[in-house]
């Protein structure tokens, strides 16, 4: 191993491969390290039930793939990733029969949402339809640039004229829940039950007062999720190879324990086993602000009201994931098939939240460290992606909102109900899809919110956004104001992961929005395309 | 009175810019440097059909230096990037389309930081208003097209 580099790069999940490539092409002598065996951190991929399935650890949905610059500039279909948009998004299946689909096409989606009210599915129309122009323009202006504050995005607004021109979007809702916006808009609970579903899949509790704010925003992608053929994981070995091909150094099993500082400047890393490596001109970390600051770093290279400001104040989400992985023979037959065919269809399935209000009754149990009574989502990739399983068999993936610490025995408690809860959730799935048989089932494992913590360490608490979702946690204020913007109080010591604006998700956003400060820095001129 | 997308109609933008930024109070004291790329659409006669032409204008300290026609990704010092089908912006240049709203409707596409559209956003406008204040000649016949054609959102 090499002791001295230009750029030192802590975490190789997708930001740091991203920022590690960007910094390699641009001439910069790289290393990515990681502590797990392999890159991608959330773009993990593994066969954990049988040979031959593959099965989608923590990121399975990919959104605005073609809006994200460094899927263009780093050349990732190039270097293998290939995505898949299926033609049915999502559905809900409800307990009288009936079902809600999501299509590629917004006429289709029309239609089915016309099946429970006309004037909702035309409500849903002109929505869609206004959301999805300016979901463009704040993707391109908002997300791959460093943050603004929500005031002045409020104000713009206003100085822009948009409430005038617009239906749907408002001052106002900076104060209002996403469960207000629809009641606002929409009348059937089941169209209601759909779109605060997929609000939660986006990661937004829908009872938040003040994230109907980026409501619009979310039903502008609504048909917008792409499968990593291959598995997610593609996408991390394609950023890998862009690192390698040119120049970047990727090392695995590589556990940072210091970050180290001279002066004020931060200088290189010190690796667990006792390397040190030094660096000429950066060091970014990626993982969580926590062990940024509170472990990598020396009590007296931190300002003290910083550190007791990411002891205190950094905010997590309040619920995370539980995840059941299954290899089967056969793909879900949903009884409501009959109601509507392209549910079997759907990738993603909400399993009978049939109103926002189940939903939020599942939100406040979770917070009480309480297990819901599982209505988990099923998605089943193989429909849209066969080689993920051996011919003819399937990979599904249940997933439960649910809490980190139970009330019951804490996060430790995990590990003696995985397979219990498990059951519980397949059993939910099998109200739904009865062909979903112990026979049809050729194997399952559980994936608990411990879990997510044990491999992942940055997602805190099993938290998969790196900070939770809301209006005081995005934007200018995420994860503290004054860490917002990428750089941090100690010289050439960086932000570049998920923590940062605009969240976590396999946006690329962090590291790109990281990389134009760092250039601006460093003076690098970019030989990508900024705007 | 000039026609569209000449060295004459590029100098009236600039004229008309500079004249409507001398009535504000605030303007940004920065170097701005915008791309407009106008992909043909075969509805607008500017641009052949699957053909794009690219446009740079410079903005100093709120002012207009220059505005002319440039290659394909010229540059990359750029702090903006519109981009759209060559209808949309024929029809704003001869006042039937209002911008704000095509960005909105994702008709023209904005690329950059909305940071300065926000704290600027008066001289945005300024920008956007002297645009469509030219006496604009279309020598190949010019907007309206949204009656002949499918509109733009669609």
Known sequence: ?531 | MADVYTEEWFQAVRAAINAKVASLRDVPTASILIAVDIAGDAVSPYVEAGKERHFLVQIDDGHCSWYREGKPDETQELSFRFLGPAAAFDEVAAGLLDPIDAALRGTIRVRGDMRFLMRQADHVKALLDAYRTIETTWPRGGPPYLFEHEPLDA
């Open chain 1, 1 to 531: 191993m090499r002791e001295t580099y230009d750029a030192i790069i802590v975490g190789a999940g997708h930001n740091g491969l991203t920022l590690g490539a960007y910094l390699a092409r641009s001439g910069l002598d790289t290393v990515v390290l990681e502590r797990r065996h392999e890159e991608g951190g959330g773009l993990a991929t593994e066969e954990l039930t049988l040979s031959g399935f593959l099965h989608n650890v923590h990121a399975n949905y990919h959104t605005f793939v073609d809006l994200a610059p460094p899927v263009r500039d780093l050349e990732i279909r190039r270097h293998g990733a290939e995505y898949v948009r299926p033609e049915v998004q999502m559905a809900s299946v409800f307990d009288d029969g009936t079902a809600l689909t999501i299509h590629d096409d917004l006429d289709r989606t029309v239609e089915s949402m016309a099946r429970f009210d006309e004037e909702d599915a035309e409500t849903f129309r002109r929505l869609y339809i206004e959301a999805h122009g300016y979901v463009d323009l704040l993707l391109g202006t908002l997300m791959y640039q460093p943050p603004m504050s929500v005031k002045e995005l409020t104000r713009a607004l206003a100085s822009f004229g948009v409430e005038d021109r617009s239906e749907f979007l408002s001052v106002k809702l900076r104060r209002e829940s996403i469960d207000q916006f629809l009641d606002q808009h929409f009348k059937h609970p089941k169209i209601k039950a759909h779109l605060a579903f997929h609000a939660g899949i986006c990661g937004y509790t829908t009872d938040v007062k003040g994230l109907a704010i980026g409501f619009p925003l979310l039903v502008g992608k609504i048909d917008n999720w792409h499968l990593c053929v291959g598995g997610s994981h593609r996408v991390a070995h394609a950023l890998w190879r862009d690192l390698a091909q040119h120049g970047g150094t990727l090392i695995s099993d590589a556990e940072v324990d210091h970050i180290v500082v001279d002066g004020n400047r931060a200088v290189g890393v010190r690796l667990s086993d006792g390397t040190e490596l030094t660096a000429r001109k950066l060091v970014a970390s990626t993982v969580d602000v926590e062990q940024t600051f509170l472990r990598f770093l020396n009590p007296g290279d931190v300002p003290p009201e910083l550190a007791e400001r990411v002891r205190t104040a950094v905010k997590h989400k309040d619920w995370t994931l539980f995840s059941v992985h299954l290899a089967m023979t056969a793909p879900p037959a949903y009884e409501a098939a009959s109601f509507d065919p392209d549910v079997d269809r759907a990738w993603v399935v909400n399993l009978g939240y049939g109103s926002p209000a189940d939903l939020d009754e599942d939100w406040r149990l979770v917070r009480r460290g309480l297990l819901p009574e599982p209505h988990p989502n099923a998605a089943v990739n193989t429909l849209y992606d066969p080689t993920d399983a051996p011919a003819g068999r399937f990979t599904g993936l249940l997933r439960q909102f649910a809490p980190f610490v139970l009330a019951e025995g804490g996060e430790g408690e995990w590990d003696s109900i995985a397979r219990w809860y498990g059951e519980r959730c397949i059993r939910a799935w099998r109200r739904y899809a009865p062909n979903i048989t112990d026979d049809v089932i050729l194997d399952w494992v559980p994936y608990t919110p411990l879990e997510i913590a044990r491999k992942i360490v940055n997602m805190v608490g099993g938290d998969w956004m790196m900070g939770e979702i809301s209006l005081d946690n995005m934007l200018d204020q995420r994860p503290l104001p004054e860490l917002s913007q990428y750089r941090t109080p100690i010289d050439a010591l960086y932000l570049a992961g998920s923590t940062q604006h605009p969240h976590g998700f396999i946006t690329f956003g962090p590291a790109y929005n990281a990389l134009q400060v760092i250039a601006d820095d460093l003076g690098l001129k970019p030989w990508w395309r900024r705007v």
